[in-house]
């Protein structure tokens, strides 16, 4: 059993090596009938995970000799066996014995929780270090078996096992007491049982699937419906309580002495349940099991029934008479509380995901948040992930950028949005943004977090994804902040300059370019650099026709943009004899123009020099002179998301990941090859990307904001800014 230093550890490890614990791990064969599994059940100790994560070294060890040495003899005692039908035969009576709306210590409870911890403890380090072939093996009944716990269980185990805890899961209660444990520990065996991917990675889609226990409920689940409705209720749950316990500790006031009478009823019974910190446990478990089985699939790439379920999703705050039918097999949640829940838990990875989930999964939840009009409660958190880019996981930027997008594939979203303006943006710490919109922040963003890829991690789709959210906004973008404006100028040359140093290995040559004295080059025929050339081609076009739809559809509503035009004209000469980007860049060179010919003429006739606010006022009056008949009219570019196949290459690793990093199942870092568990290090700078990461760098700090410029500009509107420079 090991050796133990520490005096709580080896407490902790006395209170489960009792003589009951110990016989599992004995060659001798324990018959079904035997009294001997009653009284195991009755003598394991019934304690959160989180209190046995905090001996967990010491616990682990034990039970992983206790499991190595009961699987080992299982071969003839079958005994491991008869533990998990043991433990679905009495899931199966307690959820049909369902205790009483006021019973939450019903007496099969605890021995219900202790064989589930047992059962989870043992198939964990199966799960863990066993081939699929031998899992199933154990899984296997015999097939001349008479003696099992249950005749109806004969044969694999991995289905039933399966259902009994989807059907706790639904239908058994997680008020308190021991039926608080049983729930726990159900959703805990289902992240267990479901993590087999950890360790067995499908080398092909023709190999068989290492997803023993969620191919078994892949096609079929007792009340999928059901299961959804109760997860989401208990994610809605413990976010409750966690508000609850954050707002105010209403003991605050009160003496030590007092205090410890006041609680000590509470005291008592959170010693034997922990009720408050297991209820908001089973809402973050609760989570994590809903994303495991939505995001499941299987070889084929077949999506499971929660799945299908949850593109169900109803609103529980509507009844129509209409729906009821529809909503019989469908499940339901509060989509308020929902959509607060996914505001105020932002920040957590697995509330990210479920966000992307939901807004990509179900129609109506979609719905419901492009109908609110405080859509900014949700967005500004969303925007607030990206400002904080460094800090968080590239999966997370990734699932904030698609649910971004997916928002702005609805017109009125993007239009509405600029009507929102936000007195005060306090973690924006670049500049200070007052009298921003929701729409300009999302802009500054939006560009802020391409920058940011530039720099650090350099992934062409989430390029892709911050330019299509861009593009889809384009058209409705309406009274630009100045800061937005300059940002969007700032990004047409810093993928001008991205172009230019792909075009030219020797970054010696390329300083004409750069300066933009002369035409940007046409691609080279090395076919070494002209598949990323293509695609930072295509960006910049992606680019060049978010300003060609901002100035086709929304000219006189944006002054700024084309105050930016104006002042940064030399930056578009060099694309308008490239044979990707001209007919774009004429128009915007027609915009330019017409200003700068009425502004020549304006400042002629007043003979005076001009400052930023002065320009941008002029602009304004000469846009209603401006006919958008001047431009050449391209078909609108709208992006739409889809999740490209197969779906479980990024999401079966990230929910996976996910799982580990909350430390619940305790499994080694060295046994996981679904994905890195380490994080390497070392110098990944690619020398040819030095200019772009320097302009990315000097295009993050403050920059003079027109609309308060001191500074005087000529009338050809030049020094009204500062801008990036190399």
Same mark, same amino acid.
Request: charged share 25%.
């Given at each position: ?25 004995? @060659? ?20 959160? @995970? ?11 060890? /034990? ?38 709306? *006021? %019973?939450?210590?019903?007496? #099969? ?16 380090? #199966? +799960? ?12 296997? =009944? ?73 191919? &078994?409920?892949?096609?079929? #689940? ?20 966690? %508000? ?73 705050? *509507? ?55 405080? +859509? ?33 594939? %609805? ?12 007195? *005060? ?102 076919? =070494?650099? !002209? ?35 104006? /002042? ?44 930023? @606010? ?66 390497? !290090? =070392? ?24 609309? &308060? ?10 020094? =009204? ?6």
């Amino acid at each position: 059993m090991g050796n133990f230093s520490s005096s709580s550890s080896s407490v902790q490890v006395a209170e489960y090596s009792t003589d009951a614990v110990e016989r599992l791990r004995q @060659p001798a064969r324990i018959e079904p009938a035997d009294s001997y599994w009653g009284e195991l059940f009755r003598h394991v100790p019934v304690k959160p @995970p989180a209190d046995i994560a905090k001996n967990f070294e010491a616990l682990r060890s /034990y039970f992983d000799d206790l499991s190595f040495a009961a699987l080992q003899a299982d071969g003839t005692t079958r005994n491991v066996y008869t533990l998990v039908s043991k433990t679905i035969a009495m899931a199966e009576k307690y959820v049909q014995d369902a205790p009483a709306e *006021h %019973d939450d210590n019903p007496p #099969a409870a605890k021995e219900l929780a202790a064989a589930l911890f047992l059962t989870r403890t043992i198939l964990a380090y #199966a +799960v863990e270090n066993l081939p699929t072939e031998k899992l199933e093996e154990i899984l296997q =009944g015999e097939e001349s078996s008479t003696s099992t716990a249950d005749e109806s269980l004969d044969g694999n185990l991995a289905k039933p096992l399966m259902w009994s805890v989807l059907r706790i899961l639904s239908d058994s209660p997680c008020r308190s007491g021991y039926s608080q444990c049983v729930y726990v520990e159900s959703l805990s065996l289902t992240l267990t049982l479901t993590s087999t991917p950890m360790f067995h990675v499908l080398e092909s889609t023709n190999e068989r699937s290492p997803n023993v226990f969620l191919d &078994s409920i892949q096609r079929e #689940a007792p009340n999928p419906e059901k299961t959804v409705q109760r997860l989401l209720k208990n994610f809605l749950s413990s976010v409750h309580i966690d %508000d609850e316990e954050g707002e105010q500790d209403i003991f605050s006031a009160v003496g030590s002495a007092a205090k410890h009478l006041l609680t000590l009823p509470f005291t008592l019974l959170s010693g034997i349940i922990g009720s408050s910190s297991r209820s908001s446990q089973a809402g973050k478990l609760s989570l994590l099991v809903l994303l495991t089985l939505v995001h499941h699939r299987n070889s084929a790439n077949e999506e499971n029934v929660f799945a299908t379920r949850l593109r169900h999703l109803c609103d529980t705050q *509507h009844t129509d008479a209409d729906d009821a039918e529809t909503r019989l097999n469908a499940p339901g949640s509060n989509f308020h509380d929902l959509f607060d829940a996914l505001s105020k838990r932002m920040a957590d990875e697995s509330v990210t995901l479920l966000m992307y989930t939901l807004l990509h999964t179900s129609q109506a939840f979609l719905q419901y948040v492009l109908s609110r009009e405080d +859509v900014e409660v949700l967005v500004l958190p969303m925007l607030k992930v990206l400002y904080h880019a460094e800090d968080a996981r590239p999966y997370q930027i990734y699932m904030v950028l698609i649910s971004m997008l997916i928002l702005t594939q %609805d017109a009125s979203f993007c239009a509405s949005v600029h009507m929102k303006p936000l007195p *005060h943006v306090l973690w924006f710490r670049e500049r200070i943004l007052t009298a921003i919109s929701l729409g300009s922040l999302i802009v500054v963003l939006l560009v802020r977090t391409v920058q940011f890829n530039f720099s650090k991690l350099r992934d062409i789709y989430l390029h892709t994804n911050c330019l299509a959210a861009l593009t889809n906004m384009s058209p409705h973008f309406t009274d630009l902040h100045p800061y937005a404006a300059q940002r969007i100028i700032t990004l047409v040359d810093m993928l001008k300059r991205k172009y230019v140093l792909l075009v030219h290995k020797d970054k010696s040559t390329v300083t004409a370019e750069l300066k933009g004295t002369e035409s940007l080059p046409n691609a080279p025929t090395d076919p =070494g650099v !002209s598949e990323e050339l293509e695609i930072y081609t295509d960006l910049l076009r992606i680019v060049l026709e978010t300003v060609n739809a901002c100035l086709t559809y929304a000219l006189p509503r944006n002054p700024y943009l084309v105050y930016q035009l104006l /002042y940064r004209r030399e930056l578009f000469e060099p694309f308008r004899t490239h044979h990707r980007f001209w007919d774009l860049v004429d128009n915007i060179t027609r915009v330019i123009e017409f200003f700068a010919v009425q502004l020549d003429l304006q400042s002629n006739a007043n003979a005076s020099q001009w400052d930023a @606010p002065t320009v941008v006022a002029r602009v304004t009056d000469i846009a209603e002179l401006w006919s958008a008949d001047q431009l050449r009219v391209f078909p609108e570019l709208k992006f739409t998301y889809e999740e490209e196949a197969p779906h479980r290459e990024f999401f079966l690793p990230y929910v996976m990941e996910l799982i580990h990093r909350k430390g619940l199942l305790g499994f080694r870092n060295e046994r996981i090859i679904l994905f890195e568990t380490k994080k390497k !290090s =070392g110098d990944e700078n690619e020398e040819n990307d030095s200019d772009v990461e320097e302009t990315a760098e000097t295009a993050s700090k403050p920059h003079e904001d027109p609309s &308060s410029s001191t500074q005087h500009a000529s009338t050809d509107v030049e020094g =009204g800014g500062e801008t990036a420079s190399v």
